[in-house]
């Protein structure tokens, strides 16, 4: 099981993050997670600005649709700070699904870890990305 916690707070959107002097240069990030070829459901999609390439503030979020699309949000806001970040990714959480028709992917547990990941992206200026993220592994489902 992955366990994958994001810390989200209001200190930029109460401080004026996003204001309309801001908004030019900030971007979109959308994208699909699938895992083995298949739409990962309530997964989760992280991007933390790479310290080591200039990046502070927090991360940006999004989480995974039935068809294993996201958007990201920073701050409630679709607006994403231009610069390079590392990428986490995890699957929707391990909780009952009755209804689920197969069992919740298990990632390789790095992918929940931006630092371990080795997922990076560039988030340009004013620029509406799409990011493709595919996990792949051997074995069936991956589990262990």
């Keep these: 099981m992955v366990l994958f ?9 109460s401080s ?20 083995n070829g298949q739409p990962v459901v309530g997964g989760l999609v992280v991007f933390t600005p790479d310290p080591q390439r200039g990046g502070r503030g927090q991360p940006a979020y999004g989480e995974t649709g ?8 920073q701050a409630g806001s679709p607006h994403i700070p ?4 590392r ?3 995890a699957p929707a959480a391990a ?7 197969s069992t919740p992917p298990v990632f390789p547990a ?13 988030v340009l200026a004013g620029t509406d990305h799409d990011f493709d993220f595919s996990v ?9």
Excluded: K, M
């Design 95 to 101: 909780w009952p699904q009755p209804l689920a028709a």
């Design 66 to 73: 039935p068809d294993g699309r996201f958007q990201l949000q």
């Design 16 to 35: 004026g993050c996003g204001s309309a002097r801001e908004a030019p240069a900030a971007a979109t990030v959308r994208g699909r997670l699938t895992f």
């Design 87 to 89: 990428v986490a990714l």
């Design 136 to 144: 792949e592994t051997t074995g069936g489902n991956g589990r262990h």
């Design 5 to 13: 916690v994001v810390a989200i707070t209001s200190a930029c959107h």
């Design 82 to 85: 231009p610069g390079w970040y």
């Design 110 to 122: 790095r992918l929940s870890r931006p630092d371990l990941s080795g997922i990076e992206r560039e």
